[in-house]
Nanobody, 119 residues
Framework: QVQLVESGGGLVQAGDSLRVSCVASGRTFSRYTMGWFRQAPGKEREFVAAIWWSSGRTHYADSVKGRFTISRNKAENTVYLQMNSLKPEDTAVYYC????????????WGQGTQVTVSS
């Protein structure tokens, strides 16, 4: 059973930086892809970034490319999302998710962490 626990959310001002973390347990993640998603009030959940655990290859949504960086620490089974130059439209609950790299959908999700960016 995969468990994902996010932390690090908070209230920041536009232009600030924030890093959210996701501690993963319950599996060996060498063949997994880890993702970050977000959901703003009244909107559908959207993809933010993903990282292939073994290779470190990354993929980003166009809306965050150049501002956000996803990374992982294999020794600590932790995935990070470094968010720079934050905008009010980045305000959302941020969720960590995991899927086997050969799968097409994410089946395991964390509880989410709130990120609020004030203007």
């Amino acid at each position: 059973q995969v468990q994902l626990v996010e932390s690090g959310g908070g209230l920041v001002q536009a232009g600030d930086s924030l890093r959210v973390s996701c501690v993963a347990s319950g599996r060996t993640f060498s063949r997994y892809t880890m993702g970050w998603f977000r959901q703003a009030p009244g909107k559908e959940r959207e993809f933010v970034a993903a990282i292939w655990w073994s290779s470190g290859r990354t993929h980003y949504a166009d809306s965050v490319k150049g501002r956000f960086t996803i990374s992982r620490n294999k020794a600590e089974n932790t995935v990070y999302l470094q968010m720079n130059s934050l905008k009010p439209e980045d305000t959302a609950v941020y969720y960590c998710a995991a899927r086997p790299s050969m799968a097409t959908s994410y089946d395991d999700w964390g509880q989410g962490t709130q990120v609020t960016v004030s203007s």
